[in-house]
Every structure is written in structure tokens, then in C-alpha cells.
């Protein structure tokens, strides 16, 4: 079957069913037309996959600069107060979301 998925080689029962559905899609006028090649899909995968792996990797870039600006913010003697509403204020945070990284930085840097 491997086969099958690599080069499109027919060698055993399941990849003989599979061939003959893959044809009958293909045949098929209407079913032919939205009919998505083993390669399509592939490739449709792993855009998928690199693009969450960036959106991921962006996140935690942002997370890593909040956590780096809070602990500097920290250094520099303002209250927990200050640096949510610093944070709200700059880095357009909601109340919860400037909490919830204040203690994420403070853990981090604990």
C-alpha cells in the first residue's frame, strides 16, 4: 500500500480497492471535478502544518517580549498595578489578558 501512496503502484487487495474507487471518483463527472489527488491533499497538509507552526511560533515571540518587558518593568520598581495598566495601554490588552501575563511573567522569571 505504501507503494500505492508513493507512486500510485497497485501490489495488494486493499490498494487494487483503492485504485478502483480512486477511478470511479475520477470517472465520475460530477465527483471527478472535486476529486483531490493523494499530492493535493498532501500539500494541502503541510501548508497547513507550517502555517499553525508559524501562527505558534509568532505567539510565543509575543509571549517572550511581554514576559522580557514585564520583568524589565519589574526591575524598574512599578507596582503590579502599574505594569497591567502599562500593559493595557500599550500592548492593547484587556484586563484579564494583562493579568494573566503579568503572572505568566512572574512565574517564568521565579
Do not use: C, P
Request: glycine share 6%; net charge negative.
Amino acid at each position: 500500500m505504501v507503494a500505492y501512496f508513493n507512486d500510485g503502484t497497485v501490489s495488494g487487495a486493499f490498494s487494487q480497492k483503492l485504485a478502483a474507487a480512486v477511478a470511479a471518483v475520477k470517472a465520475d463527472a460530477i465527483r471527478g471535478g472535486i476529486y483531490m489527488t493523494i499530492e493535493e491533499y498532501a500539500a494541502l497538509k503541510s501548508a497547513y502544518a507550517r502555517e499553525q507552526a508559524l501562527k505558534e511560533g509568532l505567539e510565543q515571540g509575543e509571549e517572550s517580549e511581554r514576559i522580557k518587558t514585564i520583568t524589565g518593568l519589574v526591575t524598574l520598581d512599578m507596582s503590579r498595578a502599574q505594569i497591567i495598566e502599562f500593559l493595557k495601554t500599550n500592548m492593547e490588552l484587556s484586563e484579564e489578558e494583562a493579568q494573566a501575563a503579568y503572572d505568566n511573567a512572574m512565574a517564568a522569571h521565579a
